[in-house]
């Protein structure tokens, strides 16, 4: 990798971070607070407001487990990303702020490592321009900061991009060591095993040669992360769904049974868009958002299947549907932040257009960071 590609990553990405700590301070003197669901609690956000404003909502639910294990109700939420929280904070101190600085380094070095990993495949098939478009429609995301928080997403991205890369330089044993790790860290993990099966079968087309058994070894290593947990789920409360099972606590339109897409569709157009208050912005910021990310996405997957490779189509495929299975779109926005080969089509769209056509999607992307930020730093729910 060139030193002036680490380079424009290396700057794109601070850019980023002072930008969002930007939006956080303007929001500071501008959006009223919510108190629900800060992370640290009222007096620590208080105290800190720039260390504890990303770690809201389920920032709260991460720093529990990682303080003190999984207590009941707490089960949705996968274990690797607690896991190493606790362990960093253990070379930082005892102190319950220590678990929030750990969390922020996992998560920005992971993103900035995710980056790096982005590039380096998307290499392997496009050139430079359609590398650095990728990596700034990813930055400036309406969500995109979620990745500098104390979230699963810039893990989770480090880990699904470097696991592609090292299936397509036919590296199956650490393609399927890091699927252990993501099938343990989210549930839509799982969506690397047909990917790794799809690649496997590409290059054999290409008639680029793997030993066999260590791609079957790859591949059923993968899934070992999430049937361990499983495991446990199992030990603890004997369910090893327990993690599905939990997901109708967070949020009424989300259902602990199977919904297909077309009824999730239609819940929306024909129920919820009906009768949403247009007296509460929050709420119809995030609706609307929710369900044109679920449209655009829905478009970029189905191209995805003439334009791009298909193993990234199939990882986009499965990583759209199953967030959709509960029944709802709800934090579908935060979801998608981790299907990168939406956004490599996009920038291959993106690419073919006139500058003023990039300056207006750029523009209202960058406009919907700084509300999206602004309501999330405040307390107000985003995904």
């Known amino acids: 990798m060139k030193l002036e590609n680490k380079k424009f990553i290396l700057k794109s990405?601070?850019?980023?971070?002072?930008?969002?700590?930007?939006?956080?301070?303007?929001?500071?003197?501008?959006?009223?607070?919510?108190?629900?669901?800060?992370?640290?609690?009222?007096?620590?956000?208080?105290k800190q407001p720039f260390l504890w404003a990303w770690g809201n909502f389920d920032g709260e639910h991460y720093l529990s487990i990682a303080y003190q294990g999984y207590q009941p109700l707490t089960y949705f939420f996968f274990p690797v990303y607690p896991l190493t929280i606790a362990f960093i904070a253990k070379f930082l101190g005892e102190s319950f702020a220590s678990l929030a600085v750990s969390g922020l380094l996992i998560s920005n070095i992971s993103f900035f490592v995710a980056l790096v990993g982005l590039w380096k495949l998307i290499e392997l098939d496009y050139k430079k321009d359609i590398a650095r478009l990728t990596i700034l429609?990813?930055?400036?995301?309406?969500?995109?900061?979620?990745?500098?928080?104390?979230?699963?997403?810039?893990?989770?991205?480090?880990?699904?991009?470097?696991?592609?890369?090292?299936?397509?330089?036919?590296?199956?044993?650490?393609?399927?060591?890091?699927?252990?790790?993501?099938?343990?860290?989210?549930?839509?993990?799982?969506?690397?095993?047909?990917v790794l099966l799809v690649e496997a079968y590409l290059q054999r087309k290409e008639k680029k040669k793997s030993n066999l058994y260590l791609v079957a070894l790859g591949i059923l290593l993968s899934v070992f992360g999430i049937f361990a947990y499983m495991i446990y789920l199992n030990k603890v409360t004997?369910?090893?769904?327990?993690f599905f099972h939990n997901v109708s606590i967070f949020g009424q339109q989300r259902s602990s049974s199977l919904v297909l897409l077309p009824q999730v569709f239609y819940r929306y157009f024909f129920k919820i868009l009906p009768n949403i208050s247009y007296s509460y912005f929050p709420i119809v910021f995030v609706t609307y958002l929710e369900i044109v990310t679920a449209l655009m996405f829905l478009v970029l997957t189905i191209a995805s299947f003439f334009r791009l490779r298909l193993s990234y189509a199939f990882y986009l495929a499965v990583g759209y549907i199953i967030p959709t299975l509960s029944g709802s779109f709800s934090s579908f926005h935060r979801y998608v932040l981790i299907l990168f080969p939406a956004f490599i089509l996009s920038a291959i769209w993106l690419s073919k257009r006139k500058k003023w056509v990039k300056v207006i999607i750029f523009s209202i992307l960058i406009l919907g960071l700084l509300v999206a930020t602004s309501l999330f730093t405040r307390g107000f729910w985003v995904a």
Do not use: H, M
Request: aromatic share 20%; charged share 10%.
């Open 13 to 46: 990405f601070i850019f980023w971070r002072i930008i969002l700590f930007l939006f956080l301070f303007l929001a500071l003197g501008s959006v009223p607070l919510q108190q629900n669901f800060l992370g640290g609690g009222l007096f620590s956000y208080l």
């Open 137 to 194: 429609l990813l930055l400036v995301f309406p969500t995109s900061f979620y990745f500098g928080s104390i979230y699963t997403e810039s893990l989770f991205l480090a880990l699904a991009v470097w696991s592609f890369y090292c299936a397509r330089k036919r590296k199956w044993i650490a393609a399927g060591t890091l699927g252990v790790l993501l099938t343990a860290t989210r549930v839509v993990g799982l969506a690397i095993v047909p």
């Open 238 to 242: 004997g369910d090893p769904l327990e």
